[in-house]
């Protein structure tokens, strides 16, 4: 299956809401205002912003205005083409070796699974790959990490349960630095965004990767489960406070309607999304690619 048909699958959810109300709104044939107010309510109801979905909706209407365009073949161009826009808006990440790459994120988002498929990833791109289990907070944690290190067939590095995550961090990355390792991916507690204690505790890891290995190529990624919709934005904006995000990976994008939010979330706090979760299992991670995921909207 390509890239294009999972994201059809994936985001069906999304785009049989969103198809079904746009049909309905272009069948009454009118162009006017109450037109593009009715456009706004099918955005929100995707689960982007109001305030993206009036930039957006905004926009549409003085090129669609200018144009004394009344087809619905062209305005429904102009708005996968302003999605496209607003999606590709922040920088596009590029992961760059020797990597460093935290993976950051609530409890129950999947990031043990998408950091399991991004080792595979990598292995497959011929990159060698260690993985740290600095999550030393949650029982099993680094047991259940392992079973994914031995199936992407990549190091782990652990320390007791209870032990210092910073102290992980610290071991895997000089491990990294001697065997000149491609990549470094880093396991993190979950934590909710709320928990002051444990926002420090990452903090702390990420001063020792600056510290300890200021050379390499760090990245910040936070995993979101696309089921929370808008209500990720406040996850985002206290990780990228504590850390500076770089980039997002998208979980469980199957099982949600509103899929329409990482388009406002990734554009109005600047942060691209990387990858995308498609299924259950190892191989099943992509590159985000904004193009492939408007045209699967529609």
Same mark, same amino acid.
């Given at each position: 299956?390509?890239?294009?048909? /999972?994201?059809?699958?994936? +985001?069906?959810?999304?785009?049989?809401?969103?198809?079904?109300? +746009?049909?309905?709104?272009?069948?009454?044939?009118?162009?006017?205002?109450?037109?593009?107010?009715?456009?706004?309510?099918?955005?929100?109801?995707?689960?982007?912003?109001?305030?993206?979905?009036?930039?957006?909706?905004?926009?549409?209407?003085? @090129?669609?205005?200018?144009?004394?365009?009344?087809?619905?073949?062209?305005?429904?161009?102009?708005? /996968?083409?302003?999605?496209?826009?607003?999606?590709?808006?922040?920088?596009?990440?590029?992961? /760059?070796?020797?990597?460093?790459?935290?993976?950051?994120?609530?409890?129950?988002?999947?990031?043990?699974?998408?950091?399991?498929?991004?080792?595979?990833?990598?292995?497959?791109?011929?990159?060698?790959?260690?993985?740290?289990?600095?999550?030393?907070?949650?029982?099993?944690?680094?047991?259940?990490?392992?079973?994914?290190?031995?199936?992407?067939?990549?190091?782990?590095?652990?320390?007791?349960?209870?032990?210092?995550?910073?102290? @992980?961090?610290?071991?895997?990355?000089?491990?990294?630095?001697?065997?000149?390792?491609?990549?470094?991916?880093?396991?993190?507690?979950?934590?909710?965004?709320?928990?002051?204690?444990?926002?420090?505790?990452?903090?702390?890891?990420?001063?020792?990767?600056?510290?300890?290995?200021?050379?390499?190529?760090?990245?910040?990624?936070?995993? +979101?489960?696309?089921?929370?919709?808008?209500?990720?934005?406040?996850? @985002?904006?206290?990780?990228?406070?504590?850390?500076?995000?770089?980039?997002?990976? +998208?979980?469980?994008?199957?099982?949600?309607?509103?899929?329409?939010?990482?388009?406002?979330?990734?554009?109005?706090?600047?942060?691209?999304?990387?990858?995308?979760?498609?299924?259950?299992?190892?191989?099943?991670?992509?590159?985000?690619?904004?193009?492939?995921?408007?045209?699967?909207?529609?």
């Amino acid at each position: 299956m390509g890239l294009f048909s /999972k994201f059809k699958s994936i +985001l069906s959810k999304t785009r049989d809401g969103l198809s079904k109300k +746009l049909n309905e709104l272009f069948a009454k044939d009118k162009l006017g205002e109450e037109f593009y107010e009715e456009l706004e309510d099918i955005l929100i109801s995707a689960d982007v912003s109001v305030s993206t979905t009036m930039e957006i909706v905004d926009e549409i209407r003085d @090129v669609a205005i200018k144009e004394k365009c009344k087809d619905k073949d062209y305005v429904i161009k102009l708005l /996968k083409q302003e999605l496209f826009d607003t999606l590709n808006y922040a920088d596009k990440l590029e992961i /760059k070796t020797p990597a460093v790459i935290m993976v950051v994120g609530v409890n129950g988002v999947g990031k043990t699974t998408s950091i399991g498929k991004l080792a595979n990833k990598f292995v497959k791109e011929k990159k060698s790959v260690t993985i740290a289990a600095a999550d030393t907070f949650r029982a099993a944690a680094a047991d259940q990490l392992s079973v994914w290190a031995d199936r992407a067939k990549v190091r782990i590095i652990k320390h007791s349960e209870g032990a210092d995550a910073s102290a @992980v961090v610290y071991d895997a990355v000089a491990s990294c630095k001697a065997k000149n390792t491609d990549v470094l991916i880093i396991d993190t507690a979950g934590r909710l965004h709320v928990k002051a204690n444990l926002m420090e505790e990452l903090k702390k890891m990420d001063r020792v990767v600056k510290r300890e290995y200021p050379d390499v190529n760090y990245y910040k990624l936070i995993v +979101l489960d696309s089921t929370t919709g808008q209500n990720a934005e406040s996850q @985002v904006k206290t990780f990228n406070e504590a850390v500076s995000l770089d980039g997002i990976i +998208l979980t469980k994008l199957d099982g949600t309607a509103k899929g329409g939010f990482i388009i406002s979330l990734s554009y109005e706090q600047e942060i691209p999304v990387c990858y995308v979760g498609t299924g259950e299992t190892i191989d099943d991670i992509e590159d985000f690619n904004a193009e492939e995921f408007v045209e699967a909207l529609f």
